[in-house]
């Protein structure tokens, strides 16, 4: 299968929260990451026999089996495509511990499974059809093949009447524990793609925090980005570094009044968090004392700093920390001071309309022509110009 749909099934498993394999001769492989707790992975026999409902017939397959949970199954050049469970009862604990059992799941594994809409499972089945086959099939006739035309209307209603009567805390999905500790672990062992992973799969199922969409979004977005900045922190980033990040994009993500770009907001934060742990992790290992030194230049890099100030702080002598720094960082602590100006003077000039000269005063440095001069050492551009080539359309 071309790389085209190979993409097109990893997004639209990422889209519904759907699990899709592909069986190949004896090769079983997924779409998404995580899949060995789902029953298509741990049970050949639910595999084989789906195999040979769905050579039985050239449209995809949609097998049902108990407490309402179906599996489609779709057939194309030889190999079987599966997707599911997908559910269309909201389960309750006995019913859900039973439908983990009969396949072989831990109890501390089980989550509550997404709800879908019957028209939500057939639209599934034939997108997987017109990826994979090219083909374009009516509900009706889709739905006919495999003997569900004549209920699936009453079947829809009846199913939204006992969502409305079951739409309690009880039966409202949250993340298992596993789950956000997943994308957690991803942050603090830099681990940014599979950070971002986690955060788009879980979008998908979030608990209800808000009766309006976009604060339930906001709420998602905000909790997300406060709990992966603890484990930046707890993977070595500043708490200083870690806390401007969060409270930039948690600032954009409270003001913003689109979804889509809300969303944008939070993986940006993840992925930021996510990378400057990967790039710590990847430094030679450096003692607490140069953590907090850095740390202190983080927080005060406006003011002017000492380095006896400094040592007094961490309670240890300014020559020591002066050689201690130089040692394991391979830099001076006054370089270091400067190049935290500057990296701060160059966001300024690119997301700020300020002049240069408050610019300059601002990141502490005694004078625009000295700023430029410095500026220009380590940028090889002059900030100017800087601000020329870096500053995004918008402004």
Avoid at 95 to 114: P, V
Avoid at 156 to 184: F, G, M, P, V
Avoid at 322 to 339: M, P, V
Wanted: with cysteine; proline share 2%.
């Amino acid at each position: 299968m071309g790389d085209h749909k190979k993409y097109i099934l990893n997004r639209l498993s990422e889209l519904t929260g759907v699990d899709i394999f592909c069986q190949a001769d004896e090769t079983l492989s997924s779409y998404q990451r995580n899949s060995e707790l789902n029953p298509i992975f741990r049970n050949s026999q639910l595999r084989e026999r789906l195999m040979k409902e769905a050579a039985a017939q050239k449209l995809p397959l949609l097998h049902k089996e108990e407490d309402s949970i179906y599996f489609i199954c779709v057939r194309s050049e030889g190999q079987y495509y599966f997707a599911g469970p997908l559910s269309l009862g909201a389960l309750n604990k006995v019913e859900l511990h039973k439908y983990y059992k009969r396949y072989g799941i831990h109890t501390d594994k089980e989550k509550i499974l997404k709800r879908f809409q019957f028209s939500e499972v057939m639209d599934i089945a034939q997108i997987m059809d017109a990826v994979l086959n090219e083909n374009t099939t009516e509900d009706m006739e889709l739905a006919k093949v495999n003997h569900l035309a004549a209920g699936a209307e009453e079947l829809e209603a009846q199913e939204k009447i006992i969502y409305e009567i079951k739409k309690d805390e009880e039966n409202a999905y949250h993340h298992t524990y596993q789950e956000e500790r997943q994308l957690l672990d991803c942050v603090r062992e830099g681990r940014v793609e599979d950070a971002l992973h986690f955060t788009r799969t879980m979008d998908g199922d979030i608990g209800k925090l808000s009766g309006k969409v976009l604060n339930q979004w906001r709420n998602t977005a905000i909790v997300g980005i406060t709990l992966c900045t603890r484990a930046a922190i707890e993977g070595g980033i500043s708490p200083a570094a870690a806390y401007q990040l969060s409270d930039f994009y948690i600032s954009k993500c409270d003001s913003c009044q689109d979804i889509a770009q809300m969303i944008r907001y939070r993986n940006s934060a993840v992925e930021k968090l996510a990378s400057e742990v990967k790039r710590k992790l990847e430094q030679k290992h450096t003692s607490s004392y140069v953590e907090q030194c850095r740390d202190y230049v983080q927080k005060h890099y406006r003011e002017k700093i000492y380095l006896d100030d400094i040592a007094d702080t961490l309670g240890v002598s300014a020559s020591y920390l002066s050689r201690l720094f130089s040692k394991e960082t391979g830099e001076r602590l006054q370089d270091y001071i400067t190049r935290v100006r500057i990296e701060r003077a160059a966001n300024l000039l690119t997301y700020s309309n300020e002049s240069l000269s408050k610019i300059a005063e601002y990141v502490n440095f005694p004078s625009q022509s000295y700023f430029g001069k410095v500026f220009r050492e380590q940028k090889q551009l002059s900030p100017r110009k800087y601000r020329e080539v870096h500053k995004p359309k918008e402004f």
